[in-house]
């Protein structure tokens, strides 16, 4: 378990780790209570970066390990990325709501026609297909170790496992989001029910 690797070596993401050994998927903090935000795990990936260096000799780093440093901070970017997507995403629904509420309460008898399933469909393409945040890492990293030692392997296992903690913390962010877009929307057909019927 790579998980449980980190947690047992310590390191920048030993807290982390652990709360995935103890939680699971539900976890996705450490044991001091953190979340795993794409910010957090680039910083943690650059600690290891660092630690690795200054354990190495001057020049003696491999370009291999140069490309997983590239490859890592790219992961990150997707991850700040995705969320900043999901938060406009709910902005541009909040708006909405907001906008046929206005109009309800301008216009009494006005109705408002239910979501159609086509509008349903549409909302839910905008979403795009989920994806597990350090997804697109894993094989990046693991055609980037061929060339590396058994210590820099060990290193790569260990940020492997902090972004796929990140992962599963943004995936869980990502359905609870969801989540409250349906709620919200339930709760505006019911009200334009309500202004129907009245």
């Known amino acids: 378990d790579l998980a449980a690797s980190v947690a047992a070596g310590g ?7 652990a709360g995935i050994v ?7 903090a450490g044991r001091s209570g953190e979340v795993v935000t794409g910010q957090r795990v680039r910083a943690i990936c650059q600690e290891l970066l660092d630690e690795r260096a200054a354990l190495a000799p001057q020049g003696d780093q491999p370009a291999e390990f140069k490309r997983v440093q590239v490859v890592i901070a790219a992961a990150a970017a997707r991850f700040d990325k995705q969320l900043r997507e999901v938060k406009g995403q709910m902005q541009k629904l909040t708006a909405q709501f907001r906008e046929e509420d206005a109009l309800t309460e301008r216009w009494p008898g006005r109705v408002l026609g239910p979501r159609t399933a086509a509008q349903d469909s549409e909302t839910a393409s ?3 297909p989920t994806s597990e945040a ?6 990046s990293l693991c055609g ?5 030692g058994p210590e820099e392997r ?11 903690a990140a992962g599963t913390a943004f995936n869980r962010e990502l359905r609870d989001l969801r989540g409250g877009v349906r709620e919200v929307r339930a709760e505006v057909q ?9």
């Open 11 to 17: 390191g920048p993401g030993a807290d982390i780790a």
């Open 22 to 28: 103890a939680g699971g998927a539900a976890g996705g």
């Open 126 to 128: 905008a979403a795009g």
């Open 134 to 139: 350090g997804s697109a890492l894993a094989p």
């Open 144 to 148: 980037s170790a061929s060339g590396l």
């Open 154 to 164: 060990m290193e790569l296992k260990r940020i492997q496992a902090v972004v796929g």
């Open 190 to 198: 019911a009200l334009k029910a309500k202004f129907a019927r009245g």
